[in-house]
T-cell receptor
C-alpha cells in the first residue's frame, strides 16, 4: 500500500499566522484528501485535491481559509490561514488506493493555536 | 443519507480478553467498509477493508465482518494486549466512494 509522509507532525502557532502542511506519497495518485479532526471528534473532510485543477471544498470550508496546492501526482499542501484557537485540530491527508485497497492516511499534523 | 454509529463510545477490558467492537450503518447500499486504528494525537492506520461482496476479512488477531442486510459490521480482537489500546474508527464508503465516519470507540486494555 502507499506510504504517505506528512509534516510537520505537530506545531504550536500564534493566532493570525499561517501554517502549511505537506504530504508526500510514494506513488502517483489521482486524488488526495484533506481532513480535520477537532478534539474529541471524528474526521471531517475539508477538500479533495486533484492534480491540475482547483481543489473541491466541502460545505463550511473555503479556499481563502484553507488554500490547497497539488503540483503533481505525489505531493499536496494544505495551508491553514489567519489561524485562531478554533483551528486547533489534527489535520490529516489521505489517498484512495487503486485496486480496491481502501484509503491510506498520513501520520497527522497536530496543530495548537495560541 | 448514510449515518454510521459506533457503540460503545468507550470500552475498558482486562488484558487477554476477546472483544467485539460494533459499527452500524443506516443505508445497506454501502460500497465498502474500512476499519482504522488511531493512537492519541496521531494519524489513522488502516486495519481491514471489507469490500461489499465480502462478508469478513482477517488479519492476525483481528477479524472484521460485514452484514449489509442488518446494517452492521463488527471488529473482533482476540487475546487483547495493552498495545491494542487506541481509538477504533469504522468508515462506510458511499456511492461516490467517499467515507462516512463513525465517532469511534476508545478502547483501553488493562494490564
Amino acid at each position: 500500500s502507499a506510504v504517505i509522509s506528512q509534516k510537520p507532525s505537530r506545531d504550536i502557532c500564534q493566532r493570525g499566522t499561517s501554517l502549511t502542511i505537506q504530504c508526500q506519497v510514494d506513488s502517483q495518485v489521482t486524488m488526495m484528501f484533506w481532513y480535520r479532526q477537532q478534539p474529541g471528534q471524528s474526521l471531517t473532510l475539508i477538500a479533495t485535491a486533484n492534480q491540475g485543477s482547483e481543489a473541491t471544498y466541502e460545505s463550511g470550508f473555503v479556499i481563502d481559509k484553507f488554500p490547497i496546492s497539488r503540483p503533481n501526482l505525489t505531493f499536496s499542501t494544505l495551508t491553514v490561514s489567519n489561524m485562531s484557537p478554533e483551528d486547533s485540530s489534527i489535520y490529516l491527508c489521505s489517498v484512495d488506493e487503486t485496486g480496491g485497497s481502501g484509503y491510506t492516511f498520513g501520520s497527522g499534523t497536530r496543530l495548537t493555536v495560541v | 443519507k448514510q449515518e454510521v454509529t459506533q457503540i460503545p463510545a468507550a470500552l475498558s477490558v482486562p488484558e487477554g480478553e476477546n472483544l467485539v467492537l460494533n459499527c452500524s450503518f443506516t443505508d445497506s447500499a454501502i460500497y465498502n467498509l474500512q476499519w482504522f486504528r488511531q493512537d492519541p494525537g496521531k494519524g489513522l492506520t488502516s486495519l481491514l477493508l471489507i469490500q461489499s461482496s465480502q462478508r469478513e476479512q482477517t488479519s492476525g488477531r483481528l477479524n472484521a465482518s460485514l452484514d449489509k442486510s442488518s446494517g452492521r459490521s463488527t471488529l473482533y480482537i482476540a487475546a487483547s494486549q495493552p498495545g491494542d489500546s487506541a481509538t477504533y474508527l469504522c468508515a462506510a464508503f458511499d456511492s461516490n466512494y467517499q467515507l462516512i465516519w463513525g465517532a469511534g470507540t476508545k478502547l483501553i486494555i488493562k494490564p
